[in-house]
T-cell receptor
Framework: DVKVTQSSRYLVKRTGEKVFLECVQD?????MFWYRQDPGLGLRLIYF???????EKGDIPEGYSVSREKKERFSLILESASTNQTSMYLC??????????????FGNGTRLTVT | AQKITQTQPGMFVQEKEAVTLDCTYD???????LFWYKQPSSGEMIFLIY????DEQNATEGRYSLNFQKARKSANLVISASQLGDSAMYFC???????????WGLGTSLAVNP
């Protein structure tokens, strides 16, 4: 089974801090994604990556950046955390760049609170 | 505009009964796919089932089946013989094959009563 591991389950940070959310997948998937999930707003795509060192903006990239130096690892960076970035963050991966029916495999999520 | 709607914020079902979770979508494209995911309270989103717009038969995976009605633009998830472990949030998602863009419904919370 594919395993997507997010480094932290819960995280509490202060406003203005730089925050790193780490995600690792163990099945050699090409595609990796970062979503945030908020009540009433559903899942919203922040950034995604189809290959090492490649990144594409999703629907809500403002205030975030990403890094993919190795195929298995996709990091989400909050350059200067703000309270409106308090949310559940979900990392996901999928197998093939051109395969539209490859399901996403998700990690357990990181619940980030910014105070 | 492309949109996915899950009209039932919450549902209850008795253990061992079947339940249908609704999902309707709005698109003018002919090529798309529909996914259903389950999110238990632990937080992990779990893929359940996929249906392509050109698939002639409804998708099935164990106790999950997808009631796909293309003309009505609906892709309802049917769970047969509900179990207590089925209590979770369920999300419908749609992917446009041309753009690979994926959008999500807001989810339905299912509670299975013993």
């Amino acid at each position: 089974d594919v395993k997507v591991t997010q480094s932290s389950r819960y995280l509490v940070k202060r406003t203005g801090e730089k925050v790193f959310l780490e995600c690792v997948q163990d099945m050699d998937h090409e595609n990796m994604f970062w979503y945030r999930q908020d009540p009433g707003l559903g899942l919203r795509l922040i950034y995604f990556s189809y290959d090492v060192k490649m990144k594409e903006k999703g629907d809500i990239p403002e205030g975030y950046s990403v890094s993919r130096e190795k195929k298995e690892r996709f990091s989400l960076i909050l350059e200067s955390a703000s309270t409106n970035q308090t949310s559940m963050y979900l990392c996901a991966s999928s197998l093939l760049q051109d395969s539209y029916n490859s399901p996403l495999h998700f990690g357990n999520g990181t619940r980030l609170t910014v105070t | 505009a492309q949109k996915i709607t899950q009209t039932q914020p919450g549902m209850f079902v008795q253990e061992k009964e079947a339940v249908t979770l609704d999902c309707t979508y709005d698109t003018s494209d002919q090529s798309y796919g529909l996914f259903w995911y389950k999110q238990p309270s632990s937080g992990e989103m779990i893929f359940l089932i996929y249906q392509g717009s050109y698939d002639e038969q409804n998708a099935t995976e164990g106790r999950y089946s997808l009631n796909f009605q293309k003309a009505r633009k609906s892709a309802n998830l049917v769970i047969s013989a509900s179990q207590l472990g089925d209590s979770a949030m369920y999300f419908c998602a749609m992917i446009w094959i041309r753009t690979r863009k994926l959008i999500w419904g807001l989810g339905t919370s299912l509670a299975v009563n013993p």
